[in-house]
């Protein structure tokens, strides 16, 4: 039998999941499993920690599947005691990227734009950087994200550099932000892969896929 591994059923989540696929001997599903993120419209400010993982740890957890990948992001700092972070493979870039409908960054934006964000740490910082903007709850995965400013409900939106990558979509006519304009969330960037801390063997398998630096980066992040 080959592993299973379990993620949402996003384009980015998929694409993570592949990743790590793609570097684990033999067969490999990916099985799709949606979480309480998923399934409401609700603000994440008030949906609380593990919105994005919870299910997919159950999963894990009851043994439906073998492997968890997530955002690390996403994942609360107090970890189930059952399931072990057994790789963070090496992390993309950490930082955020404004994109603008007339995509010119910062500069392009008008007076009183609205960007959307559903991030308080990105409206703060943001707010910080054009005082004049609003910044406004915006939902969905990335690709829904970019077609609602397109579509003119938004002037901008902030997303991470790192699910842009994985996406392979271009951000040349867009603002990345530096790191002092917009401090990431602690362990943007990296992944996480987990498993049953009572099963070592794949623990011990999963272990190749680590990088040693992003692990003592984000788990200082962390702390």
Not at 8 to 37: C, F, K, M, N
Not at 50 to 72: K, M, P, Q, T, W
Not at 118 to 137: D, Y
Not at 169 to 186: G, R
């Amino acid at each position: 039998m080959g592993i299973v591994i379990g993620t949402r059923g996003s384009a980015l989540a998929l694409a993570q999941a592949q990743i790590v696929a793609d570097r684990l001997d033999g067969p490999v599903e990916v099985r799709v499993i949606r979480t309480a993120g998923d399934a409401t419209a609700a603000p994440l400010s008030a949906l609380g920690d593990g919105v994005f993982v919870d299910a997919i740890e159950r999963a894990l957890a009851n043994g439906d599947i073998d492997v968890a990948v997530h955002s690390l992001k996403d994942l609360p700092t107090a970890e189930r005691e059952d399931l072990v972070i057994a790789a963070i493979p090496e992390r993309e870039d950490p930082r955020d990227v404004l994109i603008t409908r007339e995509r010119g960054g910062l500069a392009s934006l008008p007076p009183n734009a609205v960007v959307g964000t559903s991030s308080p740490r990105r409206a703060a910082f943001l707010r910080a950087l054009a005082p004049g903007i609003t910044t406004r709850e915006i939902r969905g995965n990335v690709e829904t994200r970019l077609r609602k400013v397109r579509d003119g409900g938004y002037d901008a939106t902030v997303l991470a550099l790192a699910g842009l990558r994985r996406l392979a979509i271009a951000v040349d006519d867009a603002e990345i932000l530096t790191l002092a304009q917009c401090p990431p969330a602690p362990g943007q960037g990296a992944l996480a892969v987990q498993c049953r801390r009572g099963d070592p063997a794949l623990a011990g398998t999963l272990a190749r896929l680590d990088h040693a630096p992003t692990r003592r980066a984000v788990t200082a992040e962390r702390a």
